[in-house]
């Protein structure tokens, strides 16, 4: 395993340039899309050519890649960006940034896939919702895993043709507490600069908080929005879907300080996101609407595990569970 206090310390980690190297995105979806073509336009501003490839699924995604992802502002203007793509079965060189932007359903399989091509001197970047991924990747041997959480919001409007429809932030960092000598390197050496700035991109040295907010905020809105069929503002607004809110809050935040994972009053931690996000449908809204499989089971699924196994009830999450996985159930 290679420490954090050796790759603090390696000199043939990249400290200089970080424009010049090559990004990999593994999943297409609007995340993906976003992040790759803004990865895509930070090497363009420095006068680099983009070295950003798509890691699609397999050869049917590859065929109807036309070589162009599309990022629609909130405004409506579109701009095409001119991207590479291949699949896990093509690649045939060592991946060296590895940004992971799957379903937390799907990471553990796509990420096997793209392993053989994975080594020390690998970054795995993992932009995923949930807790439980980050968690079981951070030990990963010899490769370097950085979690990241955004605020960002964005819907695929067609294949590869994302809307950017909210800005927000993004924050990233190990789970793991690190040295101080080696979180600036962290800082200054990850992500290209002008990346940085157009995604609004922090390192913390509180990853692992973060996630455990996240992770509360999702099992508390997602389910909710779906049930009531409306956007996240509504969930303060209308009588019905705020009394759900305030039980689902006060039984997640309950379970969570129970189980040591998270000590904090969440209702106003929630109704803040809810009115930064008042117009916004909520991922598991927007994947039942799709006809996809949602991320309940990251969510209010694990949420329940954490409970489960710690004997404490947790009848609201249950039901929120219950309703989600009826959707599935139509769906498969
Ligand atoms: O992360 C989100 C999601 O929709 O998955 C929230 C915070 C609820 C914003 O929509």
Known sequence: TVSPEQLANDPEQPTDSPGQHHWHVLGAGAMG???AARLAESFIQTGHT?????????NDALASFTGQVVVESAQGEATPFNLKATSAAQLNYPVSNLLVTTKAFDTEEALRSVLPWLDHNSTICLLQNGIRNHLALQN??????????????AWLKHRFHVVHAGSGQTFFGPLQTVNPEYSRHLSRSTFPAALTKSMNLKHTEDMEKRLWQKFAANCVINGLTVIHDCQNGALLTRPSAHQDLVSL???????????????????????????ATATNWSSTWQDVQAGRITEIEEFNGYLCELAARANLPCPHNQ??????TNHHAVIR
């Not at 983009?50 to 397999?58: A, F, G, Y």
């Not at 809050?249 to 969570?256: A, D, H, R």
Request: proline residues 3%.
């Open 50 to 58: 983009p070295n950003v490839t798509l890691i699609l699924r397999d």
């Open 140 to 153: 990963m041997t010899g490769i370097r895993v950085l979690s990241m959480t955004t605020s960002h919001g």
């Open 249 to 275: 809050c006060s039984e997640t935040e309950t379970v969570l300080t129970q189980t040591d994972r998270l000590n904090m009053a969440l209702y106003p931690y929630v109704r803040k996101i809810l009115l």
């Open 319 to 324: 039901a929120v569970l219950r309703s989600i």
């Open 33 to 35: 899309c976003l992040w």
